[in-house]
């Protein structure tokens, strides 16, 4: 049995695993996911220490913005985690924050929407979010809508806040689970230097693709959970 903690992305919580973490339980494994409630994104990160306090042996997963989070507790909590799994995301450099990683229009255009809404970032409309590139192919439209409804907004602190990294362990197998780009479009991107991928040159990186949007947990859960299974 593996222990696997589920770290969500943006506007999600740990109901956005349902049914990845049905398929996970049915294989006979421990299945935790977390809702990071924090307004900042190191609250974020400190949440996800104390969830993998006195385990071993975890599969430490995030999805999206819980990419950056997870690369740091990772190093903060290191014995406690056996293999960390990026899902159609990736690790920022210190320093960085999330909104750091998108064009200057976007990054204007978040903002705003903060901005206008009391220093909170609501979950985009599918029209919005194909505007700024986030592809949402594989959800019909209940779906969207049923995702869209529980969403929660972000915190300012967490969309523009930097997290404090460490030191990569290259011991640690890291898996990136490619969704919306394929593993030759992070090649790229790793050669060109990109911050988010550039650390994904090592050794300890592998990928492997799940052609689908950029939320497979809604889109491709059975395969997901596949993926993952085979990771512990």
């Known amino acids: 049995m593996?222990?696997?903690?589920?770290?969500?992305?943006?506007?999600?919580?740990a109901w956005a695993w349902d049914e990845v973490g049905a398929e996970l339980r049915a294989s006979g494994h421990d299945v935790v996911p977390l809702d990071l409630l924090g307004s900042t994104a190191e609250a974020h990160v400190d949440e996800v220490v104390a969830a993998l306090g006195g385990r071993e042996g975890v599969v430490l997963v995030g999805?999206?913005?819980?990419?950056?989070v997870v690369a740091p507790a990772a190093e903060r909590a290191r014995n406690a985690v056996s293999h960390l799994v990026f899902v159609d995301t990736g690790p920022l450099p210190d320093g960085l924050a999330q909104i750091d990683f998108a064009p200057p229009e976007g990054q204007e255009w978040t903002r705003a929407r903060i901005a206008a809404n009391d220093g909170v970032n609501p979950m985009p409309t599918r029209e919005e979010f194909d505007a700024q590139g986030t592809s949402t192919a594989g959800l019909d439209d209940a779906t969207f809508a049923r995702v869209h409804e529980r969403s929660r907004p972000e915190p300012e602190g967490v969309v523009t806040g930097s997290i404090r990294r460490g030191t990569p362990d290259p011991t640690l197998p890291k898996t990136v689970v490619a969704c919306s780009f394929t593993a030759a479009d992070a090649k790229g991107l790793i050669d060109a230097g990109v911050p988010g991928f550039a650390e994904m040159s090592g050794r300890e990186w592998s990928f492997t693709e799940l052609p689908t949007g950029h939320w497979p947990m809604f889109s491709e859960?059975?395969?997901?959970?596949?993926?993952?299974?085979?990771?512990?």
């Open 2 to 13: 593996t222990t696997y903690v589920l770290v969500p992305g943006f506007w999600l919580g």
């Open 221 to 232: 859960p059975k395969a997901l959970a596949s993926l993952l299974a085979g990771l512990g």
């Open 63 to 68: 999805h999206s913005g819980g990419g950056p």
